[in-house]
């Protein structure tokens, strides 16, 4: 047998993972032995969005290697175990667990360390660094005690972390060296939109000045001391003053390295000995920089594994190899619900370059555009509002089809901008993360579908919106046969128009071929439930009774058997003895079978349509209101038993969850609405799978939204932390008219929040940030819910009118439905089955 | 105005044709026993089919939701959501299945 090439990979980072896809694309790793040594004790993740762990995501959540990705090709990996030496004579690196490999080719991605100025106290109790999941992990802890945190760096790590402390709870300063935020990136105008915006979000920025030192008391971090004489009180201390390549190992076993660091490499990655390459933030590129950001380590990535397929297969296939010259450095900032991008030449560094600048600082916006002599695009800085990043960077180089000056208008102002990306080239480079051109997204067909093919949209995702752009629209995406309009399209045509019936919209906004008809059963639930979203009247008179789903139309499920079941609303799944005597009595009274159901309350079964008002009319008089288990509307609030009795508990989760459950009770939403709270961490009452959970802290209440039981579960996403009971109120009542706004029909809020563009950031930008300003208007319309609520079931009874409908037959009002017969079984009734069985039809 | 239905060779007087809401369905008892869907449509057209939904065998299809397509009127089963179209009977959904279909009359 041939002599099979051992292949040895040191750092599993995501550059490194990006290698090994090579390799297996190329098929390098059937032809190889691959062996890895990754120093983290997890396999590589998403280091991008490390700072979304903050966000509820899962450590397993960030993973970047797919499921038996390794087993399938074979590949060795060793987690926990960092190379500790490397001996080229004779082709072996050694291990921290004294492994001893021989290799043929070597790659070294072994990423970057956070840099820590050399400050007295820098190593106290307290003090972190941001680069792993490890080091956050150990943030979370620490934060749990502290109640100020400090970040050394303004840069772009620097304000993730100052996000992610001030996310924790935490009063947060940012204390940056340079005269502004964000240096590298942003010039001094976009610096002070970048101020004003980072300030009004509540954290305390000191620009100008450095860290002299951290004060510690008994070897713990109580605040540091300025070059400025200042000095700031805080708990913990973050670095994140840059980054530095991690090259150590290269030094030691004699490779090139630059000046300031970096493993130096080639154009095709190969350092001074051929058989070693280096990958990633460690290398020193031919161009004589070291990359910080992913998508140049990709590209690095794509050149090795091109460079070392080629060589394995002989001098002949060398010939047009891929190789890496330098990269573009454009970045898009993703967090602490701030656009700020950057790209191409920003700083306005080529000769006799132009700007053209827009500033509006009373909204904190500034964009800035480079442009040569002859209006070519060379780059810009955009703050505030990052909305034109993805087409604008793709122009870069290119002579934009409009002025820059219209370009760096916002919406609206000025002439509307008719700037398409159809209007890009084939080859501009739509995703800079991985390098793909809008000719290769035009040749698939939709967005999975590029994902998978060229990688596009999977690093940072600023490009997605791009792509969908370019990419064919679904041939229609109407609701039904009658309209051809989304749900959240008629909801807006709906509250714009302030129509108030369902034959007027349809007449009016219906398909040609469906105006004048009688609509269909898709979209008359639909459209009764925004008109009762956005009016809140009783829901069977005139019209509406023709549009409600037949369990509204009676206010009760329809069983198998065409007979009803009846759940009185118990909020909180709190109940009074008597309260539980009369459901008993009234069970009792009409034979019906009664069960716990899964959402803390009581549901009666069994009961025919001629039956109901008699029922209901016990159940009002003791105090019970319909409980909507037959509407698209809120459920239960489930609720543990909380501080007042449990040894755990930290709030009282019972008075919370009937608060909560009173408030939006006969909420018409696109689909039912689940909640729960929990009293403490433990979370008795599972508020995570709910489509707003709350879950109580030492100093109030966390914010959970959707989350899912059922066919697909999902866990809840964290929202917002620590929220005073009114902040948690304000917060739900936005988040549920966004929802009831936006999603489709029959959208749970977990699907909602999948297919959301932006997902949670998003969510949050809108509803915690306000960036659309929509907030008072969804207060104002949860206020008008709150007021106009009535219980179904009491406005029902009073009037004969309404009462007319709860009859068997027309023609024989007194007469019960003899097809709806029942058997006994444990005590209780089934329904009788055999009644119904005719031939053709089998009994389910 | 008197809704009128035949059945086994004879109009028989069902209720007052306004009781009806016009998108929706009620149920009315035949002298047999078995049960009939009487439904008006927007323009105050009138139609009657065997109430029992044959998916299931329960008497139901009178309190399922009216719709239109290419014209042509039909109910939604509130069960499992077949559609049967008014005027024959037919199954939309199934084409091996139908429901009998009742003249009717205002008189
Ligand atoms: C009665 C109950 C079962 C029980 O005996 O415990 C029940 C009964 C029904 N569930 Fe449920 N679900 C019940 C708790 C749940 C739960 C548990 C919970 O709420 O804590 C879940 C999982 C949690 C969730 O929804 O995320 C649940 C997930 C579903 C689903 C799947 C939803 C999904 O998004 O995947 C459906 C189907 C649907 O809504 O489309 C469903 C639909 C139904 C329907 C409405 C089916 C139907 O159309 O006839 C059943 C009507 C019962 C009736 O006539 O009263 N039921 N159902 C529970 C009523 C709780 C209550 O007091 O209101
Ligand atoms: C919070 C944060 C946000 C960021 N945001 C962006 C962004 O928006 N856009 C962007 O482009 N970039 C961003 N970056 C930078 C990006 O994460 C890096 O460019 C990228 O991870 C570099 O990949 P790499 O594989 O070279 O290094 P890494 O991902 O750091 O991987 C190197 C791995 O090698 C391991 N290693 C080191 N020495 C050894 C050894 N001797 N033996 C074995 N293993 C070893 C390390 O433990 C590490 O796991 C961000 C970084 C951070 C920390
Ligand atoms: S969630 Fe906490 S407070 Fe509530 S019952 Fe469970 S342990 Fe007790
Ligand atoms: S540009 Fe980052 S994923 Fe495409």
Redesign the pocket.
């Known amino acids: 047998m041939a002599h099979m090439p051992t292949i040895v990979l040191v750092g599993h980072g995501m550059v490194g993972q990006r290698f090994l896809e090579a390799l297996a694309d190329r098929g390098v790793t059937e032809r190889a032995r691959i062996v890895v040594l990754c120093e983290e004790p997890r396999p590589a993740y998403d280091r991008v969005r490390l700072t979304s762990y903050f966000d509820g995501k899962k450590p397993d959540d960030l993973s970047m290697v797919e499921d038996g990705f390794m087993a399938r090709h074979g590949i060795e990996l060793h987690l926990d175990d960092p190379a500790e030496t490397i001996d080229r004579e004779a082709r072996t690196v050694t291990s921290r667990a004294g492994r001893v490999i021989a290799y043929d080719t070597l790659v070294l991605a072994t990423g970057s360390y956070p840099f820590v100025p050399p400050v007295p106290g820098k190593d106290a109790t307290g003090c972190f660094v941001y680069r792993t999941i490890e080091d956050l992990l150990a943030i979370e802890e620490y934060a749990k005690t502290a109640a100020t945190g400090a970040v050394v760096g303004g840069g772009l790590l620097g304000l993730e972390a100052a996000g992610a402390l001030k996310g924790l709870g935490l009063e947060t300063h940012i204390v940056e060296f340079a005269p502004r935020l964000m240096p590298v990136q942003v010039d001094e105008g976009g610096g002070a939109a970048l101020l004003r915006t980072i300030e009004n979000m509540g954290l305390i920025v000191h620009t100008g000045t450095g860290t002299q030192e951290v004060l510690t008391e008994d070897g713990a971090v109580t605040g540091m001391a300025l070059s400025d004489g200042s000095t700031v009180a805080t708990d913990m201390v973050v670095f994140s003053a840059g980054v530095r390549p991690r090259d150590q190992l290269a030094r030691d076993c004699g490779l090139g390295v630059g000046e300031r660091g970096g493993i130096a490499v080639d154009e095709r990655c190969r350092t001074s000995d051929p058989a070693v390459y280096a990958i990633g933030e460690c290398a020193l590129a031919a161009d004589g920089r070291v990359y910080g950001l992913v998508?140049p380590g990709y590209e690095m990535a794509l050149t090795a594994a091109a460079a070392i397929a080629e060589d394995e297969a002989g001098p002949a296939a060398a010939a047009a190899g891929a190789t890496f010259t330098g990269a573009d450095t454009?970045t898009?900032l993703k967090l602490l619900g701030v656009d700020v991008a950057s790209f191409g030449d920003a700083h306005g560094t080529t000769e006799n370059c132009l700007d053209v600048v827009y500033s509006d600082s009373r909204s904190g916006i500034y964009k800035k555009l480079v442009v040569d002599q002859e209006g070519v695009l060379l780059g810009g800085v955009l703050v505030g509002d990052a909305e034109s990043y993805?087409m604008l960077?793709p122009m870069t180089g290119t002579k934009p089809p409009v002025s820059p000056e219209q370009l760096v208008l916002p919406a609206g102002a000025g002439a509307p901008v008719a700037l398409g990306p159809s209007s890009l080239p084939d080859d501009a480079i739509?995703?800079?993360?991985?390098n793909?051109t809008k000719g290769a997204i035009c040749a698939c067909s939709s967005l999975p579908e590029v994902k998978k093919c060229t990688?596009?949209?999977?690093?940072?995702?600023?490009?997605?919106k791009v792509?969908q752009q370019l990419l064919p629209k679904p041939a229609d995406s109407g609701m039904c046969g009658c309209f051809s309009y989304t749900r959240s399209e008629l909801y807006e045509i709906v509250r714009t128009m302030r129509f108030t019936s369902y034959a007027q919209l349809l007449d009016s906004h219906g398909r040609a071929e469906a105006r004048g008809g009688e609509g269909c059963e898709i979209c008359k639930p639909a459209v009764a439930s925004i008109l009762a979203s956005l009016t809140n009247e009783y829901i069977l008179d005139g019209e509406r009774a023709a549009l409600q789903d037949t369990n509204d139309h009676f206010l009760a499920n329809m069983q198998r058997n065409g007979s009803y079941s009846i759940v009185p609303r118990i909020p909180g799944g709190e109940i009074t003895p008597d309260k539980l005597i009369v459901i008993g009595e009234v069970a009792r009274d009409f034979g019906l079978y009664t069960k716990i159901t899964g959402g803390q309350r009581i549901d009666l079964f069994g009961a025919r349509v001629d039956q109901l008002p008699a029922i209901w009319a016990r159940l009002v008089d003791a105090g019970f209101e319909s409980g909507h288990a037959y509407g698209k509307s809120l459920r239960t609030v489930k609720s543990c038993v909380g501080q007042t009795w449990c040894r755990y508990g930290v709030q009282d989760s019972v008075k919370m969850a009937i608060d909560l459950e009173l408030r939006y009770r006969g909420l018409r939403a696109p689909h039912k609405l689940k909640s729960a709270v929990s009293g403490c961490a433990r979370e008795c009452a599972e508020a995570q799978s709910k489509d707003f959970g709350v879950i109580a802290t030492a100093n109030g209440w966390n914010l959970y939204v959707g989350g899912n039981g059922g066919a697909t579960p999902r866990h809840a996403d964290l929202l917002a932390q620590d929220l005073s009971d009114a902040e948690l109120i304000r917060l739900i009542d936005r988040f549920l008219m966004f929802y009831i706004r936006t999603a489709d029909r029959l959208e749970r809020t977990a699907a909602w929040l999948e297919r959301l563009e932006g997902g949670l950031e998003h969510l949050r930008d809108v509803i915690v940030h306000d960036k659309l300003g929509l907030c008072d208007e969804l207060e104002a319309l949860m206020a008008a819910h709150v007021a106009t609520y009535r219980d179904e079931w009491a406005e029902t009874l009073n009037d004969p009118e309404r009462l007319r409908r709860f009859v068997s037959f027309v023609n024989a009002p007194e007469a019960p439905d003899p097809s709806v017969k029942f058997v006994p079984e444990r005590g209780q009734i089934k329904p009788d089955l055999t009644v119904l069985t005719l031939e053709g039809v089998s009994a389910r | 105005m008197m809704l009128e239905l035949s059945h086994a060779g004879t109009w028989l007087p069902i209720c007052d044709a306004s009781v009806l809401t016009p998108g929706r369905g009620m149920a009315a008892l035949l002298p047999d026993g078995a049960q009939a869907a009487l439904f008006q449509d927007r323009t105050g057209r009138l139609y009657a089919i065997d109430n029992r939904d044959p998916f299931t065998g329960a008497q139901v299809l009178s309190r399922g939701l009216l719709g239109s397509a290419a014209g042509r009127l039909f109910v939604a089963s509130p069960l499992l959501k077949q559609r049967f179209d008014l005027e024959t009977g037919r199954c939309l959904d199934d084409e091996d299945v139908s429901v009998a279909v009742f003249p009717v009359r205002s008189s």
């Not at chain 1, 739509?430 to 991985?434: E, V």
């Not at chain 1, 990688?455 to 600023?462: E, V």
């Open positions: 998508a454009s898009k993805g960077r739509i995703c800079s993360c991985h793909v990688k596009a949209g999977t690093g940072c995702g600023s490009c997605v792509i």
